[in-house]
């Protein structure tokens, strides 16, 4: 199976930036798209975004769409999500996720086959 780690999460002041890294177990980590979802305190997981194997298809959710960035480095086996311009609303534990390739519907988390440990993010006012 693939192993998923995140890290990078912290304390940071609204209008902050943060930059979370996911590292994947594993020699096929190319085959995999990749995505970044979230879980604040009393609410249901969401999307946050999403970035196909090939790197080529980006996706993101409306609350954070030009604001943050999803990448990847394949070589590595990597993918990142840069936070900039932060908001208290984005305080949340952060997951990454894999899911194959052949698979479309990269903004619902039941795409996804694995999961890391998440990390939190904190936002203060």
């Known amino acids: 199976q693939v192993q998923l780690v995140e890290s990078g999460g912290g304390l940071v002041q609204a209008g902050g930036s943060l930059r979370l890294s996911c590292a994947a177990s594993?020699?096929?980590?190319?085959?995999?798209?990749m995505g970044w979802f979230r879980q604040a305190p009393g609410k249901e997981r969401e999307f946050v975004a999403a970035?196909?194997?090939?790197?080529?298809?980006?996706y993101y959710s409306d609350s954070v769409k030009g604001r943050f960035t999803i990448s990847r480095t394949n070589a590595k086996n990597m993918v990142y999500l840069q936070m900039n311009s932060l908001k208290p609303e984005d305080t949340a534990v952060y997951y990454c996720?894999?899911?194959?390739?052949?698979?479309?519907?990269?903004?619902?988390?039941?795409?996804?086959?694995?999961w890391g440990q998440g990390t939190q993010v904190t936002v203060s006012a």
């Open positions: 996720a894999a899911a194959p390739y052949q698979r479309t519907q990269l903004t619902s988390p039941l795409t996804y086959d694995y």
């Open positions: 594993g020699r096929s980590f190319s085959l995999y798209s």
């Open positions: 970035i196909s194997s090939s790197g080529i298809s980006t």
